[in-house]
Nanobody, 124 residues
Framework: QVQVAESGGGLVQAGGSLRLSCAAA????????MGWFRQAPGKEREFVAA????????DYADSVKGRFTISRDNTKNTGYLQMNSLKPEDTAVYYC?????????????????WGQGTQVTVSS
C-alpha cells in the first residue's frame, strides 16, 4: 500500500514556474512507477508525465514537452514535477499517482494509488 500527497500548487502568471511535489508513504515506493495527471473543469483527466521506478525513463504529453520535467528522489520517497513557461491552458487540478510495477504508464487506469490533487492556476 502506498499513499501519495501532492503539494506546491498555486496561482502564477503566464510564463512563470511552479514545482509540484508528491510525497509517498508506505512500502516499496522505489519499486513503483509514478505519474502526474491533470483535470480541468469540464474535461477528462489527462496524462501529463510519467517516470519509471529508477528515474531512468520518462514520458510526457505533447502539450508539456520541453516545458515540464518529471523527476524523483527515492531516498526521500518524493516525486517532482517542475513546470516552466506556464500557460493559462495548464490551469487544472494536478494529481500524483503511483502504480504497482517498475515501468511507467500513461493511462489513468494503469495507476493504483492517487493523491487528492493540488490546484494550479495560470493567469494571463
Amino acid at each position: 500500500q502506498v499513499q501519495v500527497a501532492e503539494s506546491g500548487g498555486g496561482l502564477v502568471q503566464a510564463g512563470g514556474s511552479l514545482r509540484l511535489s508528491c510525497a509517498a508513504a508506505g512500502r516499496n515506493f522505489n519499486k513503483n512507477a509514478m505519474g502526474w495527471f491533470r483535470q480541468a473543469p469540464g474535461k477528462e483527466r489527462e496524462f501529463v508525465a510519467a517516470i519509471n521506478w529508477s528515474g531512468g525513463s520518462t514520458d510526457y504529453a505533447d502539450s508539456v514537452k520541453g516545458r515540464f520535467t518529471i523527476s524523483r528522489d527515492n531516498t526521500k520517497n518524493t516525486g517532482y514535477l517542475q513546470m516552466n513557461s506556464l500557460k493559462p491552458e495548464d490551469t487544472a487540478v494536478y494529481y500524483c499517482a503511483a502504480r504497482v510495477g517498475y515501468a511507467l504508464g500513461i493511462g489513468p487506469l494503469e495507476y493504483d494509488y492517487w493523491g487528492q490533487g493540488t490546484q494550479v492556476t495560470v493567469s494571463s
